[in-house]
C-alpha cells in the first residue's frame, strides 16, 4: 500500500475546506477514464500548502469536446493550469488489443495519426486559451501478445507506444505552455499491478486504482507548485546524524561514518543527490550545534565528504539553538524562510523550527540514514516549470559573494583582497571560436566600455584578418572558476610609433578586480616590444560608462587637447595580484 | 456491533454509526452515489484484507448485502 491516505479521506476532507487563501490557482481536468476523486485529492494538498483550488473537471471522456467546442464549460471556466489525463486503450482502440492484427507499417502510420489527431487538439487548447497544459504520456503495458519475442518484433506494440510518448515529448520540448507529465515513470515507481486493477476497470473504467489515485494526484501537485512559483529554493541542513552517521565532536574525524561502506555510503548518497539538487540551482545551507573546528574540519579534509564549503551558501556551525541560528540565515542568504526545506535527524530540534516557523518544510527524517535518500526525492516542493542558467548558477554564486564579503570586511587593503583572490588573466587574440562571445560584449558593454564603439560581428573579422588591428580578448579566472570571455580590446596600428586604443570594455561581472590594469600593463608592453613610443587613446563619455572614466588618468595616460596619450616607459610593471597567461 | 464494519462506513459514507442499519444503501444514503459504493467496497477490501468479485461488487445495493460478502469470506464481522 502507498504512504498516502485513503480516497474517501480526500473525498469528505474536501467538503470541509471553508477558508479562502491568498493563493488561488483555477485547474481543468481533461481525461479519457475514470478520475473520480481526482478534484478532492488536488483540492486538499493544495488546501495543505494554502492554496486555494477551484477545479472544473470535464464529463468523463469528453475531452475532444470540451478542447473543439469553442463556447465549451472548459472555456468559460477559463483555468490556468489544465490536465489532460489520456490513456493507450483510449488512444489506440482496437489496436491496443490486436496490435499484430495489422502490419507493422500500418501501426507505424496508426502511431503518427494518432499522435497527429493530438497535437491538433493541443494546438487548438493553446490557441484559445492562457492555460498552462499537461498532458500525459501513455502507459506501456507489460503484456504483449507477442510475449518474450515482443523485442523482436519490428515496430511492435511496445515501441509504437514508446514513438507515441517520443514525439508527443518532442513536440513541445520547447513549449512555454505544454509539458508532457511522464506517466511510464510513475507507473514504474509505483508497479503496474498496483496502478492498474481489472477489478476496478471492469467495474467503472478506472484506469488509476482508487488506493494508487492520491499518489498521482501528488505528482500533480508538483505542477501546481511550479505554476504559482511556492517552489523551495533552500535546504537548510543539520550535520551530525545527517550528512555523516555519529557525531564528529564525540566520534572525532575518523569516527565518523562517511564512506563507500554501510551506513557511511547511505550518507554519502544522501550527500549526492544533494549536491545534484544544488546544481540546477536549490541553495544548501548548514544550521549545526557542534564545535566550529571539528566540523569545518569534516567539510574541508574528510576525504568522502562530497559537499564542499564551496557548495554552502551559508553555515552556522555553533551552539546556539537552531531558531537563531535559523533566523540568522535568513538574513544571510536573504531568502523567505517559506522557501527553506529544513533537514534534521533531532526531532526536538525540528519541533523547535516548525513552531516558530510554520512554514518552513521540516522533514521528518527517520533515524535510519538509508532512507534519507528516498526522502528526498520524494519532496515535491523544488518543482518548477523552467530552469534558467541563473538557476543553475545560483550556487556558485551565493558561496562566491560569500567568500568574497567574507574577505573584503577581514583583508586591510584592497591590494591584499585582491591577491587572495587568485587572479589569472588569459589574452588572446581574437579567432572564429571566440568572434560570436567578442562580438556579444562589443554590442552589449556599456559601464566599462571606454569609447563604446559598436561592431557587427562582420566588421570584427575583418579588423581581425588586417594586419593594422590588433583585436584581443580577455579570459578572467579566479579562485572560485572561470568567468570565460569577459573583456575585449581592439588596437588600431597608426604607424610605426604610435598605436590607438580604439575599442576597450570588460564585462561589469569583472569589475573592481584590477583586471583593466593587467590588461592595459599588457597592451603597454607589448608595444615597447614593437618599438612603439606612444599609445593614443579616446575616451567617450555616455550615460553609463562612469566606472570607466578615470581609467585613462590612473594607467598614466596624459590628457592631449581631446585626447590621450601614454608615453612608453623603460619599466612597466604587471600588477603583483594577477597572473597573466599569453595564448 | 459490527464495529470495523460500520468505523469504516461511516468514515467513508459521512454517517454517523448509531444509524446504520442493515436496510441502508444509495437511496437512503445521500453520499452513496456509484462512485462512492465502489469506494466504499475499496477500502473494506484493504480494511479487511479480502477482495470482492465483480458479481460481488455488482450484487451490493444495502449495508445488509456488504455484510454477507463478507460473512461468506469468513470474515467475523461482529468479532
Known amino acids: 500500500m502507498p504512504e498516502e491516505n485513503s480516497l474517501s479521506h480526500y473525498i469528505n476532507k474536501s467538503k470541509e475546506i471553508t477558508k479562502k487563501f491568498d493563493k488561488k490557482i483555477r485547474i481543468g481536468l481533461l481525461s479519457s477514464y475514470t478520475i473520480n476523486g481526482l478534484k478532492e485529492i488536488l483540492q486538499v494538498k493544495s488546501a495543505d500548502r494554502n492554496i486555494s483550488c477551484m477545479i472544473y473537471e470535464a464529463p468523463y471522456n469528453q475531452y475532444s469536446q470540451e478542447i473543439l467546442n469553442q463556447d465549451s464549460e472548459l472555456y468559460k471556466f477559463s483555468p490556468e493550469l489544465t490536465f489532460l489525463i489520456i490513456d493507450t486503450r483510449n488512444i489506440f482502440g482496437d489496436i491496443f488489443r490486436f496490435p499484430y492484427s495489422v502490419s507493422s507499417s500500418d501501426r507505424k502510420k496508426i502511431v503518427e495519426k494518432t499522435n497527429r489527431e493530438i497535437k491538433n487538439l493541443v494546438d487548438k487548447f493553446v490557441e484559445k486559451t492562457n492555460s498552462k497544459l499537461v498532458i500525459t504520456k501513455l502507459n506501456i503495458p507489460s503484456f504483449s501478445p507477442n510475449g518474450i519475442i515482443e523485442s523482436k518484433t519490428e515496430y511492435g506494440f511496445h515501441e509504437m507506444i514508446k514513438d507515441f510518448n517520443n514525439l508527443l515529448m518532442k513536440n513541445y520540448i520547447n513549449s512555454e505552455n505544454v509539458f508532457v507529465y511522464d506517466f511510464q515513470s510513475f507507473v514504474s515507481k509505483n508497479g503496474e499491478d498496483n496502478i492498474f486493477n481489472y477489478g476496478q476497470f471492469f467495474f467503472g473504467d478506472i484506469k488509476i486504482s482508487m488506493e494508487y489515485l492520491p499518489v498521482f494526484g501528488q505528482d500533480l501537485m508538483k505542477y501546481v507548485i511550479g505554476y504559482l512559483g511556492t517552489t523551495k529554493k533552500c535546504i537548510v541542513l543539520d550535520l551530525d546524524n545527517t550528512l555523516w552517521g555519529g557525531i564528529v565532536g564525540e566520534d572525532g574525524f575518523n569516527g565518523i561514518k562517511l564512506g563507500p561502506e554501510p551506513p557511511g555510503n547511505a550518507f554519502m548518497e544522501f550527500q549526492r543527490v544533494l549536491l545534484s539538487l544544488h546544481q540546477r540551482g536549490i541553495i544548501l545551507a548548514i544550521n549545526s550545534k557542534n564545535n566550529y573546528e571539528d566540523a569545518i574540519k569534516v567539510i574541508k579534509e574528510h576525504p568522502y565528504m562530497i559537499l564542499k564549503e564551496e557548495h554552502f551558501a551559508a553555515m552556522r556551525i555553533n551552539w546556539k539553538d537552531k531558531v537563531t541560528n535559523m533566523k540568522e540565515l535568513v538574513q544571510e542568504i536573504n531568502i523567505g524562510s517559506d522557501s527553506i526545506v529544513f533537514i534534521d535527524d533531532d526531532p526536538v530540534n525540528r519541533e523547535f523550527v516548525k513552531s516558530i516557523f510554520p512554514e518552513i518544510l521540516v522533514v521528518d527524517i527517520s533515524n535510519d540514514p538509508s532512507s534519507y535518500v528516498s526522502i528526498i526525492e520524494n519532496i515535491i516542493d523544488f518543482s518548477v516549470l523552467k530552469i534558467t542558467e541563473e538557476d543553475k548558477n545560483r550556487g556558485k554564486m551565493y558561496f562566491k559573494q560569500k567568500i568574497i564579503n567574507e574577505l573584503e570586511e577581514s583583508t586591510p587593503d584592497l591590494q591584499t583582497f585582491l591577491s587572495q583572490l587568485d587572479l589569472k588573466i588569459t589574452i588572446k587574440e581574437v579567432d572564429k571560436f571566440s568572434l560570436p562571445r567578442v562580438s556579444q560584449l562589443i554590442l552589449k558593454t556599456n559601464q566599462f566600455n571606454l569609447t563604446t564603439k559598436r561592431y557587427q560581428e562582420l566588421d570584427i573579422e575583418k579588423m581581425i584578418h588586417d594586419p593594422n588591428f590588433i583585436v584581443g580578448c580577455v579570459q578572467v579566472e579566479d579562485k572560485f572558476g572561470d568567468n570565460g570571455i569577459t573583456g575585449v580590446f581592439i588596437i588600431k596600428k597608426e604607424n610605426d610609433e604610435e598605436w590607438i586604443i580604439d575599442t576597450f570594455l570588460m564585462s561589469c561581472r569583472i569589475m573592481g578586480r584590477g583586471i583593466e590594469q593587467g590588461i592595459m600593463t599588457y597592451i603597454k608592453n607589448k608595444a615597447k616590444n614593437d618599438k612603439i613610443k606612444k599609445i593614443k587613446a579616446d575616451f567617450f563619455q555616455t550615460q553609463k560608462n562612469k566606472p570607466i572614466e578615470n581609467f585613462l588618468p590612473n594607467c598614466e595616460f596624459k590628457e592631449e587637447g581631446e585626447t590621450w596619450t601614454y608615453s612608453i616607459k623603460s619599466e612597466i610593471e604587471f600588477p603583483d595580484y594577477l597572473t597573466l597567461k599569453v595564448e | ?79
Open chain 2, 1 to 79: 456491533m459490527p464495529e470495523k464494519l460500520y468505523q469504516i462506513i461511516s468514515k467513508v459514507m459521512k454517517i454517523d454509526i448509531s444509524v446504520i442499519t442493515d436496510e441502508l444503501g444509495p437511496e437512503t444514503i445521500e453520499n452513496w452515489t456509484s462512485f462512492n459504493g465502489y469506494v466504499l467496497l475499496n477500502e473494506l477490501e484493504i480494511g479487511f484484507e479480502v477482495k470482492f468479485t465483480i458479481n460481488e461488487a455488482m450484487d451490493v445495493k444495502n449495508i445488509g448485502d456488504i455484510k454477507r460478502h463478507l460473512r461468506n469470506k469468513g470474515i467475523n464481522i461482529d468479532g
